[in-house]
T-cell receptor, first 115, second 113 residues
Framework: DQQVKQNSPSLSVQEGRISILNCDYTNSMFDYFLWYKKYPAEGPTFLISISSIKDKNEDGRFTVFLNKSAKHLSLHIVPSQPGDSAVYFCAASARSSSNTGKLIFGQGTTLQVKP | ETGVTQTPRHLVMGMTNKKSLKCEQHLGHNAMYWYKQSAKKPLELMFVYNFKEQTENNSVPSRFSPECPNSSHLFLHLHTLQPEDSALYLC????????????FGPGTRLTVL
């Protein structure tokens, strides 16, 4: 049973446009969500996070939106740049109910930004 | 050197070999993690250590044996692996357990023949 799902394996956008990456989760105990970016031959790099007490968090070109009722979060990148081409993972944890530090990851979405 | 480092970056081993993966974090963190990423699958948590003590073993077969001598170093000892164990093995660390933001090393690409 996959608790965090990224249903789009890949996404292609034009440089300068908006990239929207989606993630759905099933566990209502999740209260902290993160996005990681991964280039080939490197480990995942932390991008941005959001706590369940918020519905939006912004950091430069990256904004994460959280819709708790729909159990859905999305990452918006605007404007998209060719250097953003990578695999993006969303992850979730239940910080308030568990102190194991366990992150549950989605399968990843490969973003390609075309010049 | 900064961040989380892992050695070796690539490893090819036979099923009867014994090898070890090493992870070192230079971030002053207290918690360290081993993850496995197989092709087309999400990252799977294997082990969690907090202040050198193992706090989670996510039903990992005993042919994988972790060791955490101190908060900065984490090892994964491998013995009699199977070809299906071929994967990318990632180490991560975080300031404390449960804070959520984990920082990853570059991984070791393991191939079991």
């Amino acid at each position: 049973d996959q608790q965090v799902k990224q249903n789009s394996p890949s996404l292609s956008v034009q440089e300068g446009r908006i990239s929207i990456l989606n993630c759905d989760y099933t566990n209502s105990m999740f209260d902290y969500f993160l996005w990681y970016k991964k280039y080939p031959a490197e480990g995942p790099t932390f991008l941005i996070s959001i706590s369940s007490i918020k519905d939006k968090n912004e950091d430069g070109r990256f904004t994460v939106f959280l819709n708790k009722s729909a159990k859905h979060l999305s990452l918006h990148i605007v404007p998209s740049q060719p250097g953003d081409s990578a695999v993006y993972f969303c992850a979730a944890s239940a910080r308030s109910s568990s102190n194991t530090g366990k992150l549950i990851f989605g399968q990843g979405t490969t973003l390609q930004v075309k010049p | 050197e900064t961040g989380v480092t892992q050695t070796p970056r690539h490893l090819v081993m036979g099923m009867t070999n014994k090898k070890s993966l090493k992870c070192e974090q230079h971030l002053g963190h207290n918690a360290m993690y081993w993850y496995k990423q197989s092709a087309k699958k999400p990252l799977e948590l294997m082990f969690v250590y907090n202040f050198k003590e193992q706090t989670e073993n996510n039903s990992v077969p005993s042919r994988f044996s972790p060791e955490c001598p101190n908060s900065s170093h984490l090892f994964l000892h491998l013995h009699t692996l199977q070809p299906e164990d071929s994967a990318l093995y990632l180490c991560a660390s975080s300031q404390d357990l449960g804070l959520g933001t984990q920082y990853f090393g570059p991984g070791t690409r393991l191939t079991v023949l």
